[in-house]
Structures are given as structure tokens and as C-alpha cells.
């Protein structure tokens, strides 16, 4: 078989009777002297680990500035679309950082006027904070523009065409 000296780049070749029974054995380059590792192809064998585990919920993540965020313990968070080509349609909050946007979003909304990444909201144990992420028109909570605005239950604000509604409640209610 032939082989490549990793220090030079010299190919040689290697008989594969120098394996015996082993799997791999040094060799010396030719070329340069410098020896190096060879894995006998009929000793040796891939392994690859797989695992059936399911992936847990994420509860706890870090914002960029360092804020912890988590979910409530004994609060359930959802976003209902009052208005917008997805009204009524109500979005579960499963971790403590999603993002809503026109693609590769957690919350994906067909709309032209919301960008690929429009907005994130950043849930903590005491609070939800609202943060543009730099969309193309804005993120409007009341009647203005915000880069970040903190949200409570029945707070509305609009995305592209759409007005999104945060729910909290007591969990079982």
C-alpha cells in the first residue's frame, strides 16, 4: 500500500506484512528519516457512537450581555396573533430566547415586511424583554419604534403586518 509522509509528503510504499497483527505501526519516511503512524485498512475499523436520547428542553441560556434567562417554573408563555396572515394562530414559548422572523427564526411568519431575523423576546424569572434585532422596519410596541422594551401579560406589539399578543399564565390554568 501506498502512504504519505505527514512531515515531507513523500510517498512510499508500505508492505502490509509490517502489520502482522497489529493495527497500526511507526514507519520511517524515506525521504526525509522523520517516522510516522500507519493503520493497518484490514485492522482497522470505525467506530461511530449514535444515541437514541431525547433532547431536554432548554430552560436556561445567557444573553449576549451576560443576563441570565430561564422559564419560569410555574408560569406557562405564549404569543397569540391578533392580526396578520397567522391570526389566531397562539405560539408556545419553550425556551427563554426565541426569535421571530422570516426565516431561520424559531417563529417563522410568511410576511414581507418582517425581516429574516426580525426580533428575539429574552425571557428571565422576573421579566420578558422585546429586542430588535436590527429588522429593516422596526419593531413597534404602542406606537413606537423600540430596540428593546420590557413585555407583560396582554402586552402587544407589531411585527411586519402582524400584532403579536404575550400571555402568561399560572401553569394548569
Do not use: W
Not at 519516511?29 to 467506530?47: D, E, I, N
Not at 426569535?99 to 421579566?127: F, K, M, P, Q, Y
Amino acid at each position: 500500500m501506498e502512504v504519505r509522509c505527514p512531515h515531507c509528503g513523500n510517498v512510499q510504499s508500505v508492505s502490509e506484512d509490517v502489520f502482522g497483527n497489529r493495527e497500526k505501526v511507526d514507519v520511517a519516511c524515506l525521504a526525509c528519516g522523520k517516522t510516522f503512524r500507519v493503520v493497518s485498512p484490514k485492522v482497522a475499523t470505525v467506530r461511530i457512537e449514535t444515541t437514541r436520547k431525547s433532547v431536554p428542553t432548554v430552560n436556561l441560556e445567557y444573553t449576549e450581555d451576560g443576563r441570565l434567562l430561564a422559564l419560569p417554573q410555574h408560569k406557562e408563555i405564549s404569543l397569540r396573533v391578533l392580526e396578520g396572515n397567522e391570526a389566531g394562530t397562539v405560539f408556545s414559548v419553550a425556551k427563554p430566547r426565541i426569535t421571530i422572523g422570516r426565516s431561520n427564526a424559531d417563529i417563522t411568519i410568511d410576511d414581507r415586511a418582517v425581516s429574516r431575523l426580525h426580533c428575539a423576546l429574552e425571557i428571565s424569572e422576573d421579566s420578558v424583554l422585546l429586542r430588535d434585532l436590527g429588522s429593516t422596519n422596526g419593531t413597534i410596541v404602542g406606537n413606537q419604534l423600540v430596540e428593546t422594551a420590557t413585555l407583560t401579560s396582554g402586552s402587544t406589539f407589531r411585527v411586519g403586518m402582524h400584532i403579536f399578543q404575550l400571555l402568561i399564565t399560572s401553569k394548569g390554568a
